[in-house]
């Protein structure tokens, strides 16, 4: 029976809601990510299903999926891979979790930053390179890392150019009292759960083409670049958004319109994904932190401060 490409979103929302009760706003944001060819970086406390959500996320969307544990000893090689000599001179490749569909990337943080920079080409380029042989990478491909609040025990802060590689960051904050109290009452059922595809890697692939018809009007696409401009101008900020945080915003609109039925981009779409796609992008200046101002606050001031095109 042929798949209706659009009920495949909602399939694994659903799938995913088996487990993870509420957040639903990290579950869009997942979707909006993997349909845009981007990745994504989950932040929250200990204890909060980063790992839970980003786990039962990657079993729901099919394909083959790979777990690393961030570790300060983990070296790059444990992520991308290896060549394994032999006495006789020969040598074989010994792919590392890299190499999947999915990579869940747990407590990315707390590895080193020589580990971190290990993700860089391949969440660019979808390749690694091992000693001067560039190998490909799955198709779809999709990084979700996890990491505890900056100055936790035993982390090492992302730089810009990693920060700069995921399309959103995405908040895993505290449940409600009452999904909390869900949580108790269904334990064991949640841990017992079985979680099933609700797609194949090919039917992930034409979704995210279909995404690319999606039409973003010019005034549209000047919003997007106007919001990038003002930042880039602002005198709170001490590093500004790159030209791929533009991109990162024009693909993920595409996406969440999509996913949200329409063949086109509004406005609102591009006012939603700011925070999650720019507020790991900047940081602000140090007086400008003594004044109680946060990344959030100033782009929700640049948001308030712009005409929004009809």
């Not at 979700?144 to 995405?170: C, E, H, K, N, W």
């Not at 001490?238 to 329409?262: E, K, T």
């Amino acid at each position: 029976m042929p798949v209706n490409l659009r009920d495949i979103p909602v399939n694994v929302i659903a799938e995913v809601s088996k487990v993870v009760f509420g957040k639903d706003e990290a579950k869009k944001m997942l979707l909006v990510a993997l349909l845009a060819k981007g990745h994504v970086l989950i932040e929250g406390a200990p204890g909060t299903a980063k790992t839970t959500i980003a786990r039962t996320f990657a079993q729901a969307i099919g394909g083959s999926f790979k777990r690393v544990q961030g570790t300060p000893d983990m070296l790059p090689s444990d992520i991308t891979g290896f060549n394994l000599y032999r006495p006789d001179g020969s040598s074989t490749f010994i792919p590392g979790p890299i190499f999947a569909n999915v990579v869940l990337a747990d407590e990315l943080n707390r590895t080193t930053t020589r580990t971190q920079s290990a993700l860089l080409e391949s969440m660019q380029e979808h390749q690694v390179t091992i000693e001067g042989i560039t190998h490909q990478l799955e198709s779809p491909f999709i990084v979700i890392a996890s990491q505890v609040p900056y100055g936790g025990v035993g982390t090492s802060p992302f730089s810009d150019v990693q920060s700069d590689r995921f399309m959103l960051r995405v908040w895993s904050g505290l449940p409600s009292p009452e999904e909390e109290s869900k949580v108790l009452r269904d334990i064991d059922r949640i841990t017992d759960a079985r979680i099933n595809p609700q797609a194949t890697t090919e039917e992930i692939l034409k979704l995210q083409e279909e995404v690319k018809k999606v039409t973003v009007a010019e005034n549209v696409r000047n919003y997007i670049i106007a919001i990038i401009d003002r930042l880039r101008h602002n005198a709170d900020l001490s590093v500004f958004p790159s030209p791929r945080a533009s991109i990162s915003l024009f693909r993920g609109a595409r996406s969440l319109a999509y996913l949200d039925g329409r063949e086109f981009v509004i406005p609102d779409d591009v006012k939603r994904l700011a925070l999650p796609c720019l507020s790991h992008r900047i940081h602000l200046l140090p007086e400008s932190e003594m004044q109680n101002k946060t990344t959030e606050t100033v782009i929700k001031s640049v948001l308030e401060s712009l005409p929004v095109p009809k």
